[in-house]
Each structure stands twice: as C-alpha cells, then as structure tokens.
C-alpha cells in the first residue's frame, strides 16, 4: 500500500468559474469595499467612474490573490493550504472582534 497524495480530479472551468464568481459576489456583499464604492458614488455624483475604479481596484486584488495562491501550491499540499486559509481567517476574524471590543469598551464606559 503506497501512501501517495491524492491528486484532485479535475474540474471543468465552467464549475471552477461558477464557484469563484459565486464565493467572491457573496463573499463581497455588504463588504467594506462595497460600501466604500457606495460612499465615493454618493459623494462624487459619477457612479460610472467609481464603477470602473472599484472593478479595477478588485481585479488587481484579485490577481494578487491567484498568484499567491498559484506560488502557494507549488509549495505546499492542498490539505496544508486549506488549513492555513482556515486558521487565517479565524485569527483575522479574532483580531477584527477583538478591535471591535477595544474600540467600542471606552465608548460604553464613557456613556456609563
């Protein structure tokens, strides 16, 4: 019984283009990028130019995020990466909650 990685099957692009457009329009809604977008729209009356600024912008983050990912896989196994993804973003989402509470703790001591 050898012990080789499994390799994943592959995936049509169709599957792999619907699965990213769908995680990513999810994923971004309601973001702070998104209200973002919606500020700058109000503020400067050209929703077209903040449209176009803001797909740009996302683009290039995304592109940095697939070229990333693209290094990271040629140095680590999926598994390995999966769980690095998952303890990042605990931890981020830990560091976010734990802003959250230092920033609002003195507004409440304040109205106490």
Same mark, same amino acid.
Do not use: K, M
């Given at each position: 019984m050898s012990s080789t990685p499994e390799t994943p099957a592959p995936s049509s692009w169709i599957t $792999?283009? #619907?699965s990213t457009a769908t995680t990513v329009f999810l994923a971004e809604l309601g973001d702070k990028? +998104? @209200?973002a977008a919606l500020l700058l729209s109000a503020q400067s009356g050209r929703p077209v130019v903040v449209f176009v600024g803001a797909s740009l912008a996302l683009i290039c983050s995304s592109l940095v995020g697939v070229l990333l990912g693209r290094w990271l896989s040629t140095v680590m196994p999926p598994h390995q @990466?999966? /769980?690095a &993804? !998952?303890?990042l973003m $605990? &931890? #981020? !989402? @830990?560091w976010l909650g /734990? +802003?959250?509470v230092l920033h @609002? &703790?003195?507004l409440h001591l304040l109205n106490s």
């Open positions: $792999v283009f #619907l990028t +998104q @209200l @990466l999966e /769980r &993804a !998952g303890i $605990v &931890a #981020l !989402g @830990l /734990r +802003q959250a @609002l &703790a003195p």
